[in-house]
């Protein structure tokens, strides 16, 4: 099957407004971060060794979805395999005009992340509890997803189904792995985030996105 995969780097303006994003609001996703850990003795919603510090690098690196233009231009960012609410929670505070959703299949997560959207006053915040397989997306729905899923996987749970694109957070050499593996044929564009950003953490990692070559957007 041909794709196409086009690849280049996040851009430096991209990244300081990502940066300027989370500071606008820091003390919201600091309170999330805090419920997180809060709820996370009571419900497996993160790694249990995983440190403070890490934690806010990973909304960080959710935000960086922000400073995409296909992220503005949504009016409902669908968040599957949401698990812990990321990228589904920041996004949800930064993007008060827009309708997040969270979506996960174990429903004690999305319980949680329903509480903890609550504290945090996102009233444009929801989740839903099923498999992405059965869930009836609309035209309308922008799918997000962070880790949670293989390029293919995912596309497999969406047959038959009308979706747009697809943004993943994930590795870029996994995300070219897996798209070779995908039946139908896609146009990608992969942002690399480590030529741009020094932290360690970003080492590898890149924001995917994928759509059906036979869809217009």
């Known amino acids: 099957m041909k794709h196409s995969i086009t690849i280049s780097d996040l851009t430096h303006e991209a ?8 500071h606008d609001q820091r003390g919201q996703y600091l309170e999330y971060i805090s419920q997180l850990f809060w709820w ?20 960080q690196h959710s935000l960086l979805l922000t400073t995409l233009e296909e992220v503005k231009k949504a009016e409902y960012i669908l968040d599957t395999g949401s698990g812990g609410g990321l990228p589904a929670i920041p996004l949800s505070i930064h993007f008060r005009d827009k309708k997040v ?10 319980m949680a992340i329903k509480q903890i959207g609550r504290k945090l006053g996102c009233t444009n915040f929801d989740t839903i509890t099923t498999s992405i397989k059965n869930y009836e997306l609309s035209t309308n729905e922008l799918i997000v997803s962070k880790y949670a899923f293989k390029v293919g996987e995912l596309i497999a749970y969406l047959e038959g189904k009308s979706w747009r694109q697809i943004i993943f957070l994930k590795g870029e050499n996994e995300a070219k792995e897996e798209i070779e593996e995908v039946s139908i044929a896609l146009d990608t564009e992969i942002l690399r985030l480590d030529p741009t950003i020094s932290d360690p953490f970003y080492t590898r990692k890149a924001i995917v996105k994928v759509r059906r070559k036979d869809e217009k957007l």
């Open 15 to 22: 990244f300081k407004q990502a940066q300027e994003n989370y």
């Open 40 to 59: 996370n003795k009571r419900v497996n919603l993160i790694s249990r060794d995983v440190s403070h510090e890490t934690m806010v690098r990973h909304v």
């Open 101 to 110: 959703v969270a979506n996960d299949i174990v429903s004690k997560k999305m």
